[in-house]
């Protein structure tokens, strides 16, 4: 194995044409840090044009995560605003640059994911063009209840999901299983925890792996992801989610709720959400909807920088991650208070510098 740029969380080397990146930070589920971001840029833009490396595969060291998202907590416990912009400018360049070359990379790219693979998570892997999971996936974007948004390019991805089903993920945080990615293209194979390791061998001893090998050798492994919810209550979910404003698609929520538990469940999320969150994650779903990779993280940065100063997300910390209550306080405290002003002003051009993707 040729060894690639490392730190003590992201362990990369070179195994016969396969460029193998592990995310090791096991006690924290993966929650990627700077100090993640960095390293994955670094090792990312290194194979891109390496001639030995023909395709990546990204994984993680323990079967309870792929990774749980970004380490938001080392954000929003920062009692300064200015400080929470400052790191946030830092982190959110380098990560969504990461997104970015993922979904831009010249050569398949394969995820291997199991357990908890949310927010951040899913930027490391929906991007990619072989995202592979076992039984034991749990997948979500949940950070409306965060005070944030589904950012890492979430409007990229989730509007490819089928009909109205990305707009109701990305507002009620929704968790999902392995048939249940499957339906919503956030996956593309199935492959048993178990064989894993299998896997990774046959793609380790492939003497070429362009597209065609890497289908190949993936499908010799994969099985059947079953049948999952989201199939059955695509009709409801796309009468519910697919409307033009956010309100009207509250509204409709609310009288369904009675009708099913899951519509009660979403109709719960939407009332206990950050408000503002809500709004700017609607704004990005439709704006974002037929965008390039590049002007949807373009975008979701000039948001995230924003809103992370901001008290909610500071709260939304709070209340999850320091004080766990689950009682945020949120400011403005309803969805009628938050206008269509305040979202554009988290989309306006950002003083200090824009996103820059190279």
Same mark, same amino acid.
């Given at each position: 194995?040729?060894?690639?740029?490392?730190?003590?969380?992201?362990?990369?080397?070179?195994?016969?044409?396969?460029?193998?990146?592990?995310?090791?930070?096991?006690?924290?589920?993966?929650?990627?840090?700077?100090?993640?971001?960095?390293?994955?840029? !670094?090792?990312?833009?290194? #194979?891109?044009?390496?001639?030995?490396?023909?395709?990546?595969?990204?994984?993680?060291?323990?079967?309870? $995560?792929?990774? &749980?998202?970004? @380490?938001?907590?080392?954000?929003?416990?920062?009692?300064?605003? =200015?400080?929470?912009? =400052?790191?946030?400018?830092?982190?959110?360049? !380098?990560?969504?640059?990461?997104?970015?070359?993922?979904?831009?990379?010249?050569?398949?790219?394969?995820?291997?994911?199991?357990?908890?693979?949310? %927010?951040? %998570?899913?930027?490391? *892997?929906?991007?990619?063009?072989?995202?592979?999971? *076992?039984? !034991?996936?749990?997948?979500?974007?949940?950070?409306?209840?965060?005070?944030?948004?589904?950012?890492?390019?979430?409007? #990229?991805?989730?509007?490819?999901?089928?009909?109205?089903?990305?707009?109701?993920?990305?507002?009620?945080?929704? +968790?999902? %299983?392995?048939?249940?990615?499957?339906?919503?293209?956030?996956?593309?194979?199935?492959?048993?925890?178990?064989?894993?390791?299998?896997?990774?061998?046959?793609?380790?001893?492939?003497?070429?792996?362009?597209?065609? *090998?890497?289908?190949?050798?993936? =499908?010799?492994?994969?099985?059947?992801?079953?049948?999952?919810?989201?199939?059955?209550?695509? $009709?409801?979910?796309?009468?519910?989610?697919?409307?033009?404003?956010?309100?009207?698609?509250?509204?409709?929520?609310?009288?369904?709720?009675?009708?099913?538990?899951?519509?009660?469940?979403?109709?719960?999320?939407?009332? +206990?959400?950050?408000?503002? &969150?809500?709004?700017? !994650?609607?704004?990005?779903? /439709?704006?974002?909807?037929?965008?390039?990779?590049?002007?949807?993280?373009? @975008?979701?940065?000039?948001?995230?920088?924003?809103?992370?100063?901001?008290?909610?997300?500071?709260?939304? /910390?709070?209340?999850?991650?320091?004080?766990?209550?689950?009682?945020?306080? #949120?400011?403005?405290?309803?969805?009628?208070?938050?206008?269509? =002003?305040?979202?554009?002003?988290?989309?306006?051009?950002?003083?200090?510098?824009?996103?820059?993707?190279?």
């Amino acid at each position: 194995m040729t060894a690639a740029p490392t730190t003590s969380e992201i362990v990369s080397g070179i195994q016969g044409r396969l460029g193998v990146i592990t995310l090791d930070r096991p006690k924290a589920l993966n929650a990627l840090n700077f100090a993640m971001v960095q390293a994955l840029e !670094t090792v990312l833009n290194g #194979w891109a044009d390496n001639p030995a490396v023909d395709a990546v595969l990204i994984k993680s060291s323990t079967e309870r $995560a792929f990774c &749980s998202g970004g @380490d938001v907590r080392a954000i929003g416990i920062l009692p300064d605003p =200015a400080a929470r912009e =400052a790191l946030g400018r830092d982190f959110f360049a !380098t990560e969504y640059r990461v997104n970015h070359r993922i979904n831009t990379f010249p050569k398949p790219f394969i995820a291997l994911l199991s357990g908890v693979t949310m %927010g951040g %998570g899913l930027g490391l *892997s929906a991007h990619g063009s072989h995202r592979v999971a *076992s039984e !034991t996936l749990r997948m979500a974007m949940p950070e409306t209840v965060l005070g944030l948004f589904p950012d890492v390019g979430g409007a #990229w991805f989730l509007n490819r999901c089928p009909g109205a089903i990305g707009r109701y993920l990305a507002l009620t945080g929704q +968790h999902i %299983g392995l048939a249940d990615a499957r339906t919503a293209n956030l996956i593309t194979h199935h492959v048993p925890a178990a064989a894993f390791d299998a896997l990774l061998a046959s793609l380790v001893a492939a003497p070429k792996l362009d597209r065609a *090998s890497v289908d190949a050798i993936i =499908a010799a492994h994969a099985a059947d992801p079953g049948a999952g919810v989201l199939a059955t209550r695509q $009709a409801e979910i796309d009468r519910l989610f697919s409307g033009n404003e956010l309100d009207a698609v509250v509204d409709a929520v609310g009288r369904a709720a009675s009708g099913a538990a899951w519509i009660a469940e979403a109709h719960a999320v939407l009332h +206990h959400a950050s408000p503002t &969150s809500l709004r700017a !994650t609607w704004r990005r779903m /439709v704006d974002g909807c037929g965008q390039d990779i590049a002007r949807v993280l373009k @975008d979701d940065y000039r948001m995230a920088v924003r809103i992370v100063a901001g008290r909610d997300f500071a709260e939304g /910390v709070r209340s999850i991650f320091v004080d766990k209550d689950r009682n945020p306080r #949120w400011d403005p405290p309803t969805l009628g208070a938050v206008t269509a =002003a305040d979202i554009d002003a988290l989309l306006a051009p950002l003083p200090g510098g824009e996103l820059e993707l190279g």
